[in-house]
């Protein structure tokens, strides 16, 4: 057989003697039982490197459709270290569904066996939080995690940049950045702290005051040429410091319950912030004088758990995601609902929109283990949604 790849009719076995690996149509269509028997059956470095990311979510793959095993099989594949083999498995065609618009640009993870490897993401615990920036000369993502640390990768190697930035106060439960006096700065949000960082050091750079609880989310922004963070905590107050000098120089008002996302944007050349509620109301503030910007937006039914702004037609827009398993969008200028993503089963709590191709796009993540690509005028999903299985509970 040649290093071309084939199908056969049923999809369901393969017909070659020699270079299975080679077969990622088969490996991806193929009943898994027949799959596994052929695994140990060959030493040369290709079969043993498929071997290791076939066997890296053996436990799901018997149980789900082929386009689920094709989008498992590429992330165990980046995760190995051969994004090439990632790539050829993401193209692989599966009957009656289109080709996945989606690929694997990185992932963590060692040539080692997984089941011997420790969370590829260098945290003990669940990760609550994610943000990328540019530091010390490279793109890097930041991670926050319920073990208490925030941890830094290159984006380009997956390698951890340094040691963890600990010391918190309990859990981590969002982080974000903004550029303070020329350098990066990232703030994290914790149990009883609202904290600064350098990511280049990994130092703490200073508290912000007047935290008397658990702080679930974070927005930054340039306030009258000050950068700025903004966060809520369980007295309702969202606050607003100064982050050059670590001084409280603000506080949004008007609402009566508690923060549970912001994000923000310029709208008229003026900073605003956009909130999600525990009521499920949406906010508008400006934040230059820290007052509310019209109504709130009668927003989900439940808890509105996350925001993300856009330009959309050169109009502002906020995209809502809640508990209620829809997720929103509003101009912000009109101030109404202009429509609606819906396809989650369950409570939506991510949001974040970015530009593919030329093109605004949305991407969702659910409780029901699904991630979403929508595009955002036509108010449709785009392909399928990667699914991921349910963590084991340790």
Not at 77 to 87: I, W
Not at 138 to 149: I, L
Not at 347 to 354: D, I, K, R
Request: glycine letters at 12%; charged letters at 20%.
């Amino acid at each position: 057989m040649s290093d071309d790849v084939h199908l056969t009719a049923s999809a369901s076995d393969w017909s070659g003697a020699e270079g299975w690996w080679t077969d990622l149509p088969w490996l991806v269509n193929a009943d898994p039982e027949r799959v596994l028997g052929l695994l140990a059956s060959d030493a040369d470095p290709g079969a043993r490197l498929m071997a290791a990311v076939y066997r890296a979510s053996v436990d799901v793959h018997r149980d789900v459709p082929p386009w689920v095993r094709r989008q498992l099989l590429a992330l165990d594949a980046a995760r190995y270290g051969d994004r090439e083999l990632s790539a050829r498995i993401a193209a692989v065609s599966v009957e009656d569904v289109d080709t996945e618009p989606w690929q694997v640009l990185w992932s963590t993870g060692a040539q080692s066996d997984p089941h011997a490897q420790m969370n590829p993401s260098g945290h003990t615990g669940g990760v609550d939080a994610v943000v990328t920036t540019f530091s010390d000369g490279r793109h890097v993502v930041v991670t926050g995690s319920k073990d208490q640390t925030v941890r830094v990768r290159d984006l380009e190697t997956g390698q951890q940049v340094g040691g963890p930035m600990s010391d918190f106060h309990g859990r981590v439960w969002a982080v974000a950045t903004e550029v303070v006096d020329g350098r990066p700065c990232v703030v994290t949000a914790s149990d009883w702290a609202v904290l600064a960082w350098d990511p280049a050091t990994r130092q703490q750079t200073g508290e912000l005051p007047g935290i008397n609880g658990q702080v679930w989310c974070l927005g930054t922004a340039v306030v009258q040429g000050r950068p700025c963070a903004l966060a809520s905590d369980d007295d309702v107050s969202v606050r607003v410091w100064d982050l050059a000098s670590g001084e409280q120089v603000g506080e949004l008002t008007g609402h009566d319950d508690f923060l549970m996302a912001i994000d923000t944007l310029v709208i008229d050349d003026r900073p605003h912030a956009v909130g999600c509620m525990s009521g499920g109301k949406v906010w508008q503030w400006d934040l230059t004088t820290g007052q509310p910007v019209g109504e709130p937006l009668p927003g989900h039914d439940g808890e509105a758990w996350a925001v993300a702004t856009a330009v959309v037609g050169g109009r502002a827009h906020a995209i809502t995601a809640g508990h209620d398993a829809t997720v929103r969008v509003w101009d912000l200028v009109m101030g109404r609902e202009v429509g609606r993503l819906v396809g989650h089963e369950g409570t939506v709590s991510a949001v974040v929109t970015a530009v593919i191709g030329g093109e605004l796009r949305v991407v969702t993540g659910g409780s029901d283990g699904t991630v979403c690509l929508w595009e955002l005028a036509a108010g449709r999903q785009i392909g399928r949604e990667l699914v991921f299985p349910a963590p084991a509970m340790r």
